[in-house]
């Protein structure tokens, strides 16, 4: 049997009002849908798109902790630290988000996936040309079915490398899509 892909989905959740949750959905689906040929999806922060007003007690539903950002935080990390991928779902500013990238880019530097609606453009610098600091793919959409490609090829190959196989130019990937200014 083979064993689960475990994904850190990174969604909005103190600026993200329903509309954006509704959108997030559509990401966590196309996610779930895209999974490669007989490998299941983990996606150890949960596949339930969340919004301002629901994050603090899903959190406390989920995990039986009382919601602090400590708590959230610790929790989090250590999930984060047991994942093999990130994919980030922007819907607007985040600066957890930020937070979770840099942990990982300074800790893990584990494959991320940036999922960049189009009215949120990342504009911090620092966001931006992640390549150097650990394999990244930023990929802007307008509806969820636009990233569906993309992300079939960053799971597919993630799967391929747990399992040591080089495709090499046999299936090339792009490691960056050059984001909009």
């Not at 064993?3 to 969604?11: A, E, H």
């Not at 559509?26 to 040929?37: F, R």
């Not at 985040?94 to 530097?109: T, W």
């Not at 911090?124 to 990929?139: A, I, M």
Request: glycine share 4%.
């Amino acid at each position: 049997m083979v064993p689960p892909l475990r994904l850190f989905v990174r969604q909005s959740f103190t600026e993200a009002s329903e509309r954006e949750q509704i959108v997030i959905q559509a990401v966590i689906d196309t996610i779930l849908e895209s999974a490669p040929d007989g490998v299941p999806l983990d996606i150890v922060t949960g596949a339930q798109a969340l919004h301002a007003q629901t994050f603090r007690e899903a959190f406390a539903a989920r995990t039986g902790i009382p919601f602090s950002p400590r708590a959230f935080r610790d929790h989090r990390l250590g999930l984060l630290d047991g994942a093999e991928a990130m994919i980030i779902i922007r819907t607007g500013l985040s600066e957890s988000s930020a937070f979770e990238v840099a942990y990982n880019v300074l800790r893990h530097r584990i494959p991320m996936f940036f999922a960049i609606w189009s009215p949120a453009r990342i504009k911090t610098t620092l966001l931006q040309q992640l390549e150097d600091r650990c394999q990244t793919e930023y990929h802007t959409f307008t509806a969820a079915v636009d990233l569906r490609a993309p992300l079939t090829r960053f799971l597919d190959d993630i799967v391929q490398a747990r399992e040591g196989v080089d495709r090499g130019a046999s299936h090339p990937r792009a490691t960056s899509t050059s984001l909009p200014r």
